[in-house]
């Protein structure tokens, strides 16, 4: 994408200043994730509010003990979440509206450094009272080497569009006078949202995206001033 920024004819105002030619370049790189994000979570519902509340408590104790019990450390594990509601029931005829019963949920986030063990701790913790699986997330925690790649090539690609731009304009590019770049996330290649037993789990691999902004001085080509 490219934009010309100039002057209008007439505009005596202060200093002039070149034009200028903008692009943007965008660069992608890939990365294998080397780091997994699970995140449990518990439901239960009672008459009582105190009931539901002991079931949620109970369920997440037991998954905590079950990892840790398979060489999960405690600084793996972090509790998000924990939330008592009423429940209610609302007759569609509209009728009154009645108090039913507690909903009690916690979720429970687990960072996993061995991918291979994603699927076999997930089974682990649905069988030991989890209920939900509220997602998957693959990162990676060494991205220095990927960004660095992903940013070479958006600022050839800004390179490619401005030499391609000023060819068709008739300019000669300058100096560049401004960068600017931005980073996008890459997507999450497995988002899960249930569990089942021996659910594949697979990584994949990640996108790293980056976006570089650059803006040439330009002035006329020689071929335009010889004319």
Known sequence: MGTFMGYPAGFAAGPVEPPTLQVTGVGEAGAAPDTARLTLGFTARAPQAAAAYEQTAAALNRVVQALMQAGLAADQMQTQE???????????????????????TATLAVTLRDLARVGAIIDLAVSAGANRVDGVQFTVRERERAEAAALTQAVQDAQRQAAVLARALGVALGPVREVSTEAA?????????????????????LAVVRTVRLAYQIHPSVTARAR
């Open 82 to 104: 924990v939330a008592l509601n009423p429940v209610f029931d609302r007759p569609r005829d509209g009728g009154e509206t009645r108090l039913t019963g507690y909903e009690a």
């Open 185 to 205: 996330p890459g997507p999450s290649p497995y988002l899960a949202r249930s569990a089942a037993e021996g659910i594949p789990v697979l990584p994949g691999r």
